[in-house]
């Protein structure tokens, strides 16, 4: 575990050191820079992280998983976090997406019912053969099961890193690009702590996990689904503070969602 603060400024990169007791300064970019500790394959990831003071003119934050994007083509996976500026006074946006081989636009949004600048709070990622769950302080919000059955790619293959970054993306992240980053408000910081990772670690050397046949019955991270009770908790919070769903999104999806949508 340690402690990480990304600062994001109108000038220069600073050298920095890495995530346990560092201090990263970011230049403004719109491709994302932060740690990333290692590749794993399947497992669960904790980070508490503290946000941006919520203004509309500011880089948003991001905390993700994502594998390597191959010059061959773009067949990556990624398990994403990222919080969107929003208006003053009104909640932060919590931005969730699933990519498999590439294919993402699997969007999923929330309002945040606390303020995330105000104190730290953890954000979670269980990802294991059967599902990917999304969890805000311990309380599911989100779950995407695998549906290969059905024909849609799951993220199974490929190892992934742990990144997390400030991003300058207001070419479309706030309010779809209608608002502008305001440097003058810089610098912009967010604070990260307490990571800790439960899974298989992937070894690029040998290209082998961690993980043996046997952990994925007896390992709670690489089984663990959501039971009955906790679903129908989650769906309830869903209907409280989701305010986008991808599978409800005819205007972009006018043939119908993806098959998923069937289960998730």
């Given amino acids: 575990m340690g402690h990480f603060t990304g600062i994001l400024s109108s000038r220069g990169r600073t050298p920095c050191s890495d995530i346990d007791g560092g ?22 990831i904790d980070m508490q992280i503290k946000l941006v003071l919520a203004t509309l003119q500011q880089p948003f934050t991001t905390y993700y998983m994502m594998s390597q994007i191959s010059s061959e083509g773009d067949f990556h996976d990624e398990i994403d976090f990222e919080f969107l500026g929003n208006s003053s006074g009104n909640p932060y946006t919590l931005h969730t997406n699933v990519f498999s081989q590439g294919k993402g636009e699997r969007e999923q949004q929330f309002f945040l019912w606390f303020d995330p600048t105000a104190d730290f709070h953890t954000y979670s990622i269980v990802w294991n053969p059967k599902n990917i769950i999304f969890f805000v302080d311990n309380i ?46 810089a610098p912009f910081t967010a604070s990260y702590r307490n990571y800790s990772s439960d899974g298989c670690i992937w070894s690029r050397e040998t290209r082998t996990s961690s993980c043996k046949a046997d952990d994925f019955s007896t ?41 998923e949508c069937r289960v998730n």
């Fill in 140 to 185: 599911p919000i989100r779950e995407f099961k695998n549906t290969e059955k059905l024909g849609v790619p799951f993220p199974k293959d490929q190892p992934m890193r742990i990144y997390s970054s400030l991003w300058n993306a207001d070419d479309w992240a706030t309010q779809h690009g209608r608002v502008k980053t305001n440097w003058t408000l």
């Fill in 23 to 44: 201090e990263l300064t970011l230049s403004p970019t719109k491709y994302p820079l932060g740690f990333h500790p290692g590749n794993s394959l399947f497992g669960k």
């Fill in 219 to 259: 390992k709670n991270v690489l089984k663990m689904e959501l039971d009955r009770r906790s679903r129908m908790n989650m769906k309830r919070l869903q209907r409280k503070h989701m305010v986008y769903d991808y599978c409800r999104d005819k205007w972009r999806f006018p043939r119908g969602p993806g098959r």
